[in-house]
């Protein structure tokens, strides 16, 4: 038995030092391939650490670019608005590693496609560092390609995925969106069309969406910021440089809560939409599917919810044709299915908005009046052929229903004014 124990302490030794050896055996490979991997970075500098870069494309055009505050911007030849992450891209290739060193100076960089760069960057970090990284040609059936750490080399290979930032033209560093300003900047949108047409969006103290041109109405919230983030949120494919001829088919102004207002002017050029910024002299091409947001009418940003519901209602009426019909809600329950139906109605959106005067020679079909709390609101009625408009109180517009909804009036009236349903 003694012995036993023995031969189990022995054989549980040898499996310790065995693992011990592994371990420090992997712990040695992991520390060379550190040790390697360092040895082969492009560069010591961190990415986050550079303060000035300039960047040249195949084009043979440089772009300068200077960080302030934390934010990148284009200085020169111009100032530009800047693409935040098309810039962190290209200075990604500062922390990468090369696959292998092909030469440790270069005399002649014509064989790797470097005596004409496809791109140069040049950075410098707070410290006054300097680094320039040409990248080169592809190598021959490879999918590395030849870069020079400096003018002089070395030059080494890298993955092509690693040097995906210096493959950028000089646009991609450019902001392309219409406007720089989010939706939950704005506090103001005015939007003119060259045929005379407006429309004017505020935000008041409590942060709710008006329509002031070209009505003074309520606006629906979830259309109105559907509408400023198609707008905001559009992005271009290019610039180009010649001026169209006018003042622009759309002007936009945009403010935000806080700075100044953005200036926008869109010309429609056959098939596309060029735009002018603030602050910049060329034309961003704006993808063509925006025409049909800048020719919105102010009537689809409206209110489409006959009655803000903030508290039960408690008493219906009717009137139609000189008969009245009036129901009271008691335990949260109305007498019958159709006064529910009616209810349905007047606190769910309608189809569309229409200017309330271009429905004022339509004769009135019925009246409904409403009670919530010791207040009553009478909504006036017009049918047009089959089509039932409703005129909240107060409001400038009037409200088409969309077809189930006029269908499902029409069904629970025919049924509360018949004969079997009189005082119902």
Same mark, same amino acid.
């Not at 959106?349 to 200017?355: E, H």
């Given at each position: ?27 040695? =490979? ?68 090369? =696959? ?218 009717? =009137? ?22 009616? =209810? ?81």
């Amino acid at each position: 038995m003694s012995k036993g124990w023995r031969n189990n302490l022995i054989l549980a030794l040898v499996m310790v030092a065995a693992a011990g050896g592994l371990w420090v055996m992997d712990a040695r =490979e992991e520390a060379s391939n550190a040790a390697d991997k360092k040895s082969r970075a492009v560069s010591g500098m961190r990415s986050d650490a550079v303060v000035t870069a300039e960047f040249q494309d195949d084009s043979g055009q440089s772009l300068s670019l200077t960080k302030k505050e934390g934010q990148w911007g284009i200085t020169a030849p111009v100032a530009l608005r800047t693409n935040a992450t098309s810039v962190k891209n290209l200075l990604d290739v500062l922390e990468k590693t090369y =696959e292998q060193k092909v030469t440790d100076t270069m005399t002649d960089g014509t064989p790797y496609g470097l005596a004409t760069p496809t791109a140069r960057l040049t950075v410098k970090d707070q410290a006054n560092n300097t680094l320039r990284i040409l990248a080169g040609a592809t190598a021959p059936a490879s999918k590395k390609r030849y870069v020079a750490l400096g003018e002089k080399g070395p030059v080494v290979l890298m993955a092509e995925s690693d040097v995906t930032g210096l493959m950028q033209k000089n646009d991609a560093l450019r902001d392309k969106r219409l406007a720089s300003l989010e939706t939950h900047d704005l506090t103001r949108l005015v939007i003119k069309s060259k045929d005379g047409g407006e429309i004017l969006l505020s935000q008041d103290k409590e942060n709710n969406w008006n329509l002031e041109k070209p009505l003074q109405d309520r606006a629906d919230a979830n259309r109105v910021r559907a509408y400023l983030f198609a707008l905001t949120g559009a992005n271009g494919t290019g610039f180009k440089t010649q001026r169209p001829e006018g003042d622009g088919d759309w002007t936009l102004e945009l403010t935000p809560t806080k700075g100044n207002a953005e200036l926008v002017t869109i010309w429609r050029v056959d098939q596309e939409l060029l735009a002018t910024r603030t602050g910049e002299s060329d034309l961003l091409v704006v993808p063509n599917y925006l025409t049909e947001e800048l020719n919105k009418s102010g009537m689809d940003l409206v209110a489409l919810r006959p009655l803000d519901l903030k508290t039960d209602l408690n008493t219906l009426q009717l =009137e139609q044709e000189g008969k009245t019909l009036t129901a009271d809600k008691k335990d949260k329950k109305w007498p019958r299915s159709e006064w529910n139906d009616i =209810e349905e109605i007047l606190t769910r959106d309608a189809l569309r908005g229409a200017d309330l005067k271009s429905k004022t020679d339509l004769p009135t079909w019925m009246k409904i009046t409403v009670g919530k709390g010791d207040k009553t609101h009478t909504f006036t009625l017009h049918k047009e052929k089959e089509t039932i408009f409703i005129a909240p109180p107060g409001r400038p517009v009037a409200l088409e229903l969309t077809p189930l909804q006029a269908e499902s009036l029409q069904k629970a009236v025919t049924k509360l004014v018949t004969p079997t349903a009189t005082g119902s």
